[in-house]
C-alpha cells in the first residue's frame, strides 16, 4: 500500500509493561510525527524526525517514552513502565518536507494499559 | 503560546445544504499555517485543506473551501452541497513558525458534524 501504515492496530498490556508501537511512512517522505490522540481530544505533537534524527522531541511527556528511527524510515515508539494514562490513541503521520506539505496519518495504534 | 479553538462541540446539517465550521487561533508567529483534517469513525486523519498565512486568496479544495480572516485570527472551514459520508469529526490545526524545525501541529478540540438525510 502507499500509505502510512501502523503496527499493532491495537495493543493491550498491564501496568508497568513496555510496548513498542511501529511506524511505517510512505514511501520518500523524509518527514515523520508522532501524536498521542485521547478520547475526545485533538491529536497532541510528540516527536518529529527529520531523516534518522528527531528534530523537535519537545513533546514527549516524560523520559518513559522514546523514539527511533535508525535508517530514516520507520519509526518505533517506545514507552516504558506504562500507566494507566498512557492509554490513547497513538497516530504516526509522515510529509515531504516544504511550509505547506500536509502531514498523512496513519490510522493509528489503540494502546490500553490496565 | 499557540493555541486553536473549535468553540462547536456538535454540529448538524441537511444533506445537499452548506455548513460552516468555525476555528479561531493565536499565535505570534508572523507565518504560520492552518489546516483542516476530517476523522470519520475509523480513525483515520485525513487532509482537506491548507491555508498559508500569506496566501493572499482563501483556499478551496472542491467543495471545501477556507473562509481565512487573519485580522480575526479565524479559519473557519466552509463545506458546501453537504453529503452524509460527510459526517465525521473535523479538526482545525496549525503550524506556526514555517522557517527552521517547527513543524509540529496544534489541534483544536474538533466539531463533530452529522448529515442528515
Known amino acids: 500500500g502507499a500509505g502510512v501504515s501502523q503496527t499493532p492496530s491495537n495493543k493491550v498490556t498491564e501496568k508497568g509493561k513496555y510496548v513498542e508501537l511501529r511506524c511505517d511512512p510512505i514511501?520518500?517522505?523524509?518527514?515523520l510525527y508522532w501524536y498521542r490522540q485521547s478520547l475526545g481530544q485533538g491529536p497532541e505533537f510528540l516527536i518529529y524526525?527529520?531523516?534518522?534524527?528527531?528534530?523537535?522531541d519537545s513533546g514527549l511527556p516524560n523520559d518513559r517514552f522514546f523514539a527511533v528511527r535508525p535508517e530514516g524510515s520507520v519509526s518505533t515508539l517506545k514507552i516504558q513502565r506504562t500507566e494507566r494514562g498512557d492509554s490513547a490513541v497513538y497516530l504516526c503521520?509522515?510529509?515531504?518536507?516544504?511550509?505547506?506539505?500536509?502531514?498523512?496519518f496513519g490510522p493509528g495504534t489503540r494502546l490500553t494499559v490496565l | 503560546a499557540q493555541k486553536i479553538t473549535q468553540t462547536q462541540p456538535g454540529m448538524f446539517v441537511q444533506e445537499k445544504e452548506a455548513v460552516t465550521l468555525d476555528c479561531t487561533y493565536d499565535?505570534?508567529?508572523?507565518?504560520?499555517?492552518l489546516f483542516w483534517y476530517k476523522q470519520p469513525s475509523s480513525g483515520e486523519m485525513i487532509f482537506l485543506i491548507y491555508?498559508?498565512?500569506?496566501d493572499e486568496q482563501n483556499a478551496t479544495e472542491g467543495r471545501y473551501s477556507l473562509n481565512f480572516q487573519k485580522a480575526r485570527k479565524s479559519a473557519n472551514l466552509v463545506i458546501s452541497a453537504s453529503q452524509l459520508g460527510d459526517s465525521a469529526m473535523y479538526f482545525c490545526?496549525?503550524?506556526?513558525?514555517?522557517?527552521?524545525?517547527?513543524?509540529?501541529?496544534?489541534w483544536g478540540l474538533g466539531t463533530s458534524l452529522a448529515v442528515n438525510p
Open positions: 503521520a509522515s510529509s515531504l518536507i516544504g511550509s505547506n506539505n500536509e502531514q498523512f
Open positions: 524526525f527529520q531523516g534518522t534524527g528527531a528534530a523537535d
Open positions: 499565535t505570534s508567529d508572523q507565518s504560520y499555517g
Open positions: 490545526a496549525m503550524r506556526g513558525g514555517l522557517a527552521g524545525n517547527n513543524r509540529k501541529l496544534i
Open positions: 514511501s520518500g517522505h523524509t518527514a
Open positions: 491555508q498559508g498565512s500569506y
